[in-house]
């Protein structure tokens, strides 16, 4: 049931960080930031909870943290063409 939670919450940080397909790379990257942030603060405790899990080695938590980070994180550069990338630094 743990795991499915934080299954879950993984699944719903990435979902509410998903940038606008309208806006320009710069403004997609602040969104994403901004959303980030408010559900880190919004779900302060339990986030906490699942990073503490992730680095203590538990093999699966650890799984669930490193898909949902690489989510974050990956998408900026799969949708980015150099040029993109260059401008952003």
Do not use: K, W
């Amino acid at each position: 049931f743990h795991l499915a939670v934080l299954q879950r919450m993984a699944e719903h940080v990435v979902a509410v960080t998903a940038p606008s397909a309208e806006a320009d790379p710069a403004d997609q990257l602040v969104g994403a930031l901004e959303a980030y942030v408010g559900f880190v603060a919004d779900n302060h405790d339990a986030y906490v909870s699942f990073i503490r899990a992730a680095a203590a080695g538990d093999e699966d938590y650890h799984r669930i943290y490193e898909t949902a980070r690489a989510a974050l994180t990956d998408r900026i550069f799969e949708t980015a063409d150099d040029a993109v990338l260059a401008g952003l630094g």
